[in-house]
């Protein structure tokens, strides 16, 4: 008897202009916010994250970011063949940026740059102590105006920084 009722109501609300009113309505919300995630999709990166970055990786075995990584790595390189104190104190302060980075991307949490590299231990790189010692170089450099480096000891630096970066799979 009920059941009766209630598709006889479902049967006279389909008849009606009001019904085919408010169907339009739906299905033009329902279209904008289709269109609107696509829209979303296309222009941010989380859907080329999510898929065509990795797929690119998979492909080629690399990183997605890794080329642009090795350009700027030559790009501290080229700063260190000038010659000069104060292009070599900016070489080790980039590199140590973007070591800071690759460890900020891998997850390493912390807020300071010595508190990242706490989080790491000798099983996943090697050469911790050594980062730690030419760390020290760097502050020096940002703390100290006076400080005076020479072009041996920074090519030093960037030698630990770049072991360590080819050890996290960076380089």
């Not at 006889?8 to 202009?17: E, G, K, R």
């Not at 890794?66 to 260190?80: G, V």
């Amino acid at each position: 008897m009920i059941l009766e009722e209630i598709n006889q109501v479902i049967l006279n609300i389909t008849s009606s202009p009001l019904f085919l009113v408010i169907k339009f309505i739906f299905l033009s919300v329902s279209l904008f916010f289709i269109i609107m995630i696509v829209f979303i999709l296309i222009t941010t990166t989380w859907l080329k994250r999510l898929v065509i970055w990795d797929l690119k990786e998979f492909m080629t075995f690399r990183h997605y970011g890794l080329p642009r990584l090795e350009k700027k790595w030559a790009k501290i390189k080229e700063r260190l063949e000038v010659g000069t104190e104060a292009e070599a104190k900016l070489a080790i302060i980039e590199a140590e940026d973007i070591f800071d980075d690759i460890l900020k991307r891998e997850s390493f949490l912390g807020q300071t740059f010595d508190e990242r590299l706490n989080k790491l231990n000798t099983d996943i790189l090697s050469n911790l102590e050594e980062v730690r010692e030419v760390h020290k170089v760097r502050s020096n450099i940002i703390h100290d105006p006076s400080y005076r480096l020479d072009i041996k000891e920074a090519e030093r630096v960037l030698d630990v920084y770049e072991d360590a970066l080819v050890e996290l799979e960076a380089l």
